[in-house]
């Protein structure tokens, strides 16, 4: 089957919603940073929305499955999904343009292609497909400058850490797949959450202190957007279409997430970003497009 049968209209009308959820939460992450450490900002934004997620899953009164394999799944997914992720972006927003990080954000799609190819089955890796990862590979390297790779400054070093964290949200795609299925996408979501908090929490107030409670109205605004919608709505919403798309497809709203990304820091930021970065993301787009299957290859 290919990626054109398995993505829907409601798939991709999920997607789009997703795409623009997500694409807000580069400058609340911003906003955010102006008032606390990233760990503290991961550790607020995975705490509420767990509690908000179980709210819902009982309120629904969805089953909660048990088993060292959910378990398994929810730890997994915590780590790779949130943890990871989550810190190094927010990190490397301290030195680099919210613009920016969504652009390399987009290698996720290239990232989930690859690492579903090599692990599952029906993730094969053709020819179109291995052109799409190379031409991503080429955006994402223009991007950010072969001076990246030779000088280790601290704005060069958040744009790597920005790409480690695509590589992390890739694995989290299969590994959902190989332990979360079947499981309610809600719950999938609370659990994963609640595990990333697990650990979250105890990390950032050994690190960064307490997590603090008493803030401006600006931050508390902000963590409500990453905590209620660019993570609470919108995970209920991934897995929705992980299950339904599979990983390579749900990583293809990276490409709609950047345009969104880059307008906000622009109006709300005065962010102005580098002629390589923009080619880059237009090397990149070309690659995911033809991964999609929507700008098909001829011999």
């Known amino acids: 089957m290919t990626q054109q049968q398995t993505m829907t209209a409601s798939a991709w009308g999920q997607l789009a919603a997703l795409s623009l959820l997500w694409g807000g939460t580069f400058l ?31 309120v629904a009164r969805l089953p909660i ?18 943890a990871i992720p989550f810190t190094l972006q927010a990190w490397g927003q301290l030195h680099i343009e919210s613009g920016l990080t969504a652009i390399l954000n987009a290698g996720t799609a290239v990232w989930g292609v690859l690492i579903a190819a090599l692990f599952m089955a029906d993730e094969r890796l053709t020819l179109p497909r291995l052109v799409g990862v190379m031409l991503g590979f080429l955006g994402v390297a223009t991007a950010i400058g072969l001076q990246s790779l030779t000088a280790f400054d601290p704005r060069n ?26 499981v309610h996408p809600l ?24 997590i603090q409670l008493a803030l401006d109205l600006h931050t508390v605004l902000a963590l409500a957007y990453l905590t209620l919608l660019a993570t609470a709505l919108a995970y209920a919403l991934y897995y929705r279409v992980l299950a339904a798309a599979g990983s390579g497809n749900v990583m293809l709203c990276t490409l709609l997430v950047a ?41």
Do not use: K
Not at 29 to 57: E, K, N, S
Not at 167 to 175: K, N, Q
């Open 28 to 58: 609340n992450v911003r906003v955010a940073l102006d008032a606390l450490g990233p760990l503290t900002i991961v550790a607020h934004r995975v705490f509420w929305a767990a509690l908000a997620l179980w709210l819902v899953v009982l």
């Open 65 to 82: 499955p048990r088993g060292r394999r959910v378990l398994i799944g929810f730890i997994g997914m915590g780590i790779l999904n949130n």
């Open 157 to 182: 070093i958040a744009q790597l850490a920005v790409v480690a964290s695509t590589i992390s949200y890739a694995l989290a795609g299969v590994w959902a797949r190989r332990f979360l299925a079947g």
């Open 187 to 210: 719950v999938a979501a609370a659990g994963m959450l609640t595990a990333s908090t697990a650990l979250m929490v105890p990390v950032a107030w050994t690190v960064e202190g307490p």
């Open 259 to 299: 345009p969104v990304a880059i307008v906000l820091g622009t109006l709300f930021l005065g962010e102005t970003l580098a002629s390589r970065a923009l080619l880059g993301f237009g090397v990149l787009a070309l690659g995911l497009l033809i991964l999609s299957g929507r700008l098909p290859l001829r011999r």
